[in-house]
C-alpha cells in the first residue's frame, strides 16, 4: 500500500473502523478460532456419518441434503459471522429465523454467544442436525399477518438468511403490508438497540423485492445492499424514520 493511501485512509472513516476492528480482535484472541476446520472438528464425527448416511443422496444440487457438506456451509457460516462481527461483539443472544441445519448458530455458541433457531418441522435432517449441534429449535411456522410466539428474553440480534418464509419464489410472495406487520411484531422481540439482519432470496425474475418495498425498507430505517437488509439499531415506528416536513 502506497504511504500516502496509508495515510489517506487513517484519517479517514474506513481508517477508524479498521483500527477499531483490529483493536477489538486482541481483545477477543482467547476466543474459538474461526477456521473451518477447526469448526468441523468439534462436531462428533461418527454422529455426523450416521445423518450423511441417512439423508445423502448424489448430486444434491438445491435440494436439503446440500447441507450435509460441511466444508461449504461452515465457510459460508463463518462469513456471515464475520460480516456480522460477531467474532468482534461481546456476548449476543440470537434469534435466528428459518435456522435451517443451525450451522450459523452452532458457531455463534462456539464463540460465546447464546440463541434460539425458529423454523418449521418439515426436514427431518435439520431436526438430526441441530439436535446433534446442541442448537436449541422452536418450532414455529411463520405466516403472514401472525404474529410470533412469546420466546421468553429479548434478543440483542435477529438473523434471517436465504429467506423462505415470506412466500419465496410463490405467487403469494408477501409485499410491504406483510413486511410492515412482520417487522411492527418483530420489534417485541428486540432488545433496546437490537439489530436485524435480513438476507432475501432471488425471485424467479431475478429481483429480491420490488422498488416499492426497496423504499419500505429504507424509510424504515433499514440499509439496503442488494439482498441484505439491516436494521442496525431497533426497529423504530415508520414515523419516526421519515425526514421531518418543514
Ligand atoms: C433456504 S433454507 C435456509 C436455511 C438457513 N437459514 C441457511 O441459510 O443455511 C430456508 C429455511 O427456512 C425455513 N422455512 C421455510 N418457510 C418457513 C416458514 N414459513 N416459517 C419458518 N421457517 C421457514 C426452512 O425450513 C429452512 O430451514
Known sequence: MRFSHKIRKLVSGQGLASARKHTLRIFRLNRFPLETKRVIETIDPAAFEQIRRRYAVENPGEHWPKYL????????????????????????????????????LYIAQLLGHSGIGLDVDFVPMFSDVTRLLGVRRVIQRIRAFDPLPDLGAKFDLVTAFMICFNNHKQTNLWGVAEWEFFLDDLARQLAPRGRVWLELNREYDGTFYTPELKTFFQRRGAMVDEHKIIFTSGLPAPALTLPVAR
Open 69 to 104: 457438506d460441511l466444508d461449504r456451509w461452515i465457510s459460508i457460516n463463518i462469513r456471515r459471522i464475520r460480516e456480522i462481527e460477531l467474532d468482534l461483539a461481546r456476548r449476543r443472544h440470537i434469534l435466528d429465523l428459518g435456522c435451517g441445519a443451525g450451522y450459523f
